[in-house]
């Protein structure tokens, strides 16, 4: 039966991080919204690590709540621990990470989903699409019941004829204890949407109490968290409470009552136990196809790759203020389970461990990301948008960002607007998705910040300012919080020219931000700030110092901007013909034509497109342009 005569505006199949964020964002921009998952318990479940943020990852948080997203907010009120990394290298590269109450993360973000007007949630598994004319208008389920939608988000994550490995034992399924979605890949494939394998894994959780903390080295949190939302900026009852209905939400006061994660290390009887079973692996012994993360690799790969290397560091994190288990992080596995077990009580602190859930390997379908254009919208199938790893990417905050930006992309096109595409010069969401739709990944991809060109300029703290103009454009916030960040950026702006004009104090030469920059590089004292400096609020503080620190780099930075700028501003027409472009070599045309780039910045970075190529298609575009102005001027009779 279909469920709906009338279409809703937007479809989502799927309730993981990607498909929060999707959901909420298109909601909230007023489109009619449907979120299908199937299992409603388990919406936004942390299935590996319960943790929110690390290097780059942390400032893509920042980035989704400079956008209006949910996933900041949720961590700074489920967060157990907060801990900003890479502290004494400087600000350019510091990122803030928390661990979270892996249930109550849980928890509260599904209360939001169901107190979010527009939004309507039901559980049914998808189990194929609905086209019509090149284009999906719908979703059937596993119910019988069919639903239309004028646009679908799909954010699948690794259910998609998802295997679980341990050792030789094999279970369908996206993660354990839960289902596989075995037949919704043919749509896929109908469609015309090639579809490849990639595998991803999990450590064995464990019973606290059963654990020798006494042998292992605490690792607290700070006393003074970094937390991931703008709650200067933000509106007050974004945290616990929701004016319409008077409902609380869960949580508690950000960074409150922090709990200790703890340090331990593999033994040489650890690697000698996983080496003499080596041929036991899921990974080693053939069975799994699926490329694995290269940067989170299993205990094999640690102790194949690094065989140098006489021990790994193993972090023990709690799940949750209401559990006893705990999450091995470091120990990712698909040995056998008595091999697990084994394995575990060779480690100092855990000789007598219990295992309350065995490690095991994940195999899935992923589509090419290619196969997209950078509003997430597939090029083979209309109002069809993938986020999340189904694009091939690997963590809850690639996958949130991504969720973010196609369920405003799918509200845009179902609205006739032009997309939501932010560059690789606003942020690391720009980077996340040029590269996928640009070059693709043959592993599950985790952003870096080695990933982006300008990274300099990606400072967590200036998120919502380098992503104001979207957030305001696309209306993904309220207007007191716009008007909040504008009076931010004024008042950020303003101290930044009076560090440069206030002169040092006594006893150094040159203004306050030459001495700044002196103390930044050990070269002279601690300068001494202004008093109505002091007064302000430590994020545009922070913000102020930053600039004023790096001004020299930043400025570098913005020049190389401006100088790239020019290409990216040139649209490709959808309907452009490469082969018929004079001189464009044979191979560039073929690439070019696969991968309908969106402008000329884009075709750059296409492997193999040679700058000779650009400044063909450059000046061809340009007689283009010209040749429109032309016929639009001629008088007609």
């Not at 279409?7 to 993981?16: L, S």
């Not at 369920?407 to 942020?427: L, S, T």
């Not at 870096?448 to 300012?465: I, V, W």
């Not at 202004?530 to 609020?537: I, K, V």
Request: with cysteine.
């Amino acid at each position: 039966m279909i469920f709906n005569k009338i279409p809703f505006d937007v479809i989502v199949c799927g309730a993981g991080h990607a498909g929060c964020e999707a959901a909420l964002a298109a909601s909230r921009l007023g489109a009619s919204t449907l979120l299908l998952t199937g299992n409603l318990d388990t919406i936004a479940q942390m299935s590996c690590n319960p943790a929110i943020g690390g290097q780059a990852k942390g400032q893509i948080v920042r980035e989704i709540d400079a956008l209006g997203g949910e996933m900041g907010i949720n961590t700074d009120v489920t967060g157990i621990q907060f801990r900003l990394l890479n502290e004494s290298k400087g600000p350019a590269v510091q990122s803030p990470r928390a661990q979270c109450d892996k249930k109550a993360y849980q928890f509260r973000m599904k209360h939001v989903l169901e107190l979010q007007k527009n939004l309507q949630l039901f559980q049914a598994t998808v189990t194929a699409l609905v086209f019509e004319s090149g284009r999906v208008v719908g979703v059937r389920t596993n119910l019988d019941i069919e639903f239309r939608g004028r646009s679908v988000v799909v954010t699948t994550g690794t259910f998609l004829r998802g295997l679980m490995h341990i050792g030789q034992n094999k279970n369908e399924g996206g993660r354990l204890g839960d289902f596989s979605a075995r037949t919704l890949s043919s749509s896929f494939l109908e469609a015309g949407i090639e579809l490849q394998r990639l595998k991803t894994g999990t450590p064995p959780r464990l019973l606290g109490r059963s654990i020798d903390f006494g042998k292992m080295e605490e690792q607290k949190g700070d006393a003074s968290p970094t937390l991931f939302a703008f709650h200067d900026t933000r509106d007050p009852e974004d945290m616990f409470h929701v004016e319409q209905t008077g409902e609380s939400r869960l949580g508690w006061a950000p960074g409150s009552d922090q709990v200790s994660c703890w340090m331990t290390y593999t033994t040489p009887r650890t690697a000698e136990i996983v080496r003499q079973n080596l041929h036991k692996s899921a990974m080693y012994s053939g069975e799994i196809k699926g490329v694995g993360p290269r940067y989170c690799p299993s205990i094999e790969d640690k102790f194949v790759r690094f065989a140098d290397k006489p021990r790994h560091l193993l972090f023990l994190e709690p799940e949750g203020r209401h559990t006893n288990e705990y999450y091995v992080n470091g120990l990712s596995t698909s040995l056998p389970f008595e091999v697990q077990l084994e394995m575990v009580h060779s480690v100092p602190g855990l000789e007598n461990a219990v295992l309350l859930r065995p490690a095991y390997a994940v195999e899935y379908d992923f589509a090419p990301p290619t196969q997209l254009f950078p509003s997430l919208e597939s090029k083979k199938v209309e109002n069809l948008f993938f986020a999340g790893q189904i694009n091939g990417t690997s963590g809850y905050e690639e996958a949130a960002c991504q969720g973010l930006v196609a369920g405003v992309n799918a509200v845009r096109k179902v609205r006739a607007e032009d997309p939501m595409v932010i560059g690789r010069h606003e942020g690391y969401i720009g980077v996340l998705i040029d590269d996928l739709v640009t070059k693709g990944t043959n592993e599950p991809y985790r952003m870096f910040t080695s990933r982006a060109e300008h990274r300099l300029l990606f400072n967590h703290g200036s998120a919502e300012l380098r992503l104001e103009a979207h957030a305001r454009a696309h209306r993904l916030v309220s207007v007191s919080r716009l008007d909040r960040i504008r009076a931010k950026r004024s008042q950020i702006d303003h101290w930044i020219q009076e560090f440069g004009r206030r002169r040092a104090g006594s006893g150094q030469n040159g203004s306050l931000a030459d001495a700044v920059r002196r103390q930044m590089t050990g070269g002279g004292p601690a300068a001494s700030l202004p008093e109505d400096f002091c007064a302000l609020g430590s994020a545009v503080q922070q913000e102020v110092l930053y600039r004023v620190s790096y001004e020299g780099y930043l400025l570098r930075e913005e020049r190389q901007i401006a100088k790239l700028a020019d290409v990216e501003k040139i649209r490709i027409p959808a309907d452009l013909d490469f082969a018929e472009v004079k001189g464009l070599r044979k191979e560039s045309a073929l690439k070019l034509a696969a991968f309908k780039p969106f402008n000329l910045g884009q075709a750059s970075r296409i492997s193999g497109v040679s700058p000779a190529d650009i400044s063909i298609l450059m000046v061809m575009l340009e007689a283009r342009r010209r040749a429109g102005e032309e016929s639009a001027s001629v008088p007609r009779n």
